[in-house]
């Protein structure tokens, strides 16, 4: 539709020319403008009109973004796997001794991560201090400490975001603690949710 209109448009303006012309010849004789107009026809047949930006083909909107997909109970176990690991790098770089990983230690952990949802805070939902976990699952300990955040997507980031905050950097490199446990828990918006615990062993 639009390749018409510009070509009539053209063409009318290209006729006018033409007319003029012919108004203004002096000469006798009428002149011939047939080759003029047939070379004009064929241009404007095979004219074409490429449409702007704004001629009405609108972007489609941007599709939402993704809610993240459920993480397996593996994939979150390498995750925590993966901190340990990034910790022990962190603690042999200052000359710290590395900590050992304990799995009950870790399911205290878990357990404080889902209950950090909502909760962001050192306190336990119940009002107690977190290091009360480790009485509900009978871990002995000497000392404990814990980390926690709420929304980084990848170990690297957590354990960068701990090691920038003094006390949580503290807690990481803390030579007296000796074991720890890391905890990661999904909630249904697909968000990550992670605590490490460390504790002096007696």
């Given at each position: 539709?639009?390749?018409c209109m510009v070509r009539a448009f053209i063409a009318m303006c290209l006729a006018s020319v033409l007319l003029a012309g ?181």
């Amino acid at each position: 539709m639009k390749n018409c209109m510009v070509r009539a448009f053209i063409a009318m303006c290209l006729a006018s020319v033409l007319l003029a012309g012919m108004t203004m010849t002096a000469s006798a004789s009428e002149p011939d403008y047939s080759k003029e107009i047939e070379e004009m026809t064929k241009w404007l047949d095979g004219m074409t009109v490429t449409p702007s930006a704004g001629s009405g083909n609108q972007a489609e909107p941007a599709a939402p973004a993704e809610k993240p997909r459920p993480l397996t109970g593996d994939e979150l176990k390498a995750y925590a796997d993966k901190v340990y690991e990034l910790v022990n790098r962190e603690r042999e770089k200052a000359g710290a001794e590395p900590l050992d990983y304990r799995e009950d230690i870790a399911g205290a952990a878990t357990l404080r991560a889902e209950e950090i949802v909502g909760n962001y805070t050192h306190t336990r939902p119940d009002g107690s201090k977190f290091s009360t976990v480790f009485d509900e699952l009978d871990i002995s300990k000497r000392a404990s400490g814990e980390n926690i955040y709420t929304s980084p997507i990848t170990p690297e980031a957590a354990v960068n975001g701990w090691m920038a905050s003094e006390g949580h950097r503290n807690n990481i490199l803390k030579e007296k603690y000796t074991a720890t446990g890391i905890g990661i828990y999904q909630d249904k918006a697909g968000g990550l949710h992670w605590v490490q615990l460390f504790i002096q062993e007696k």
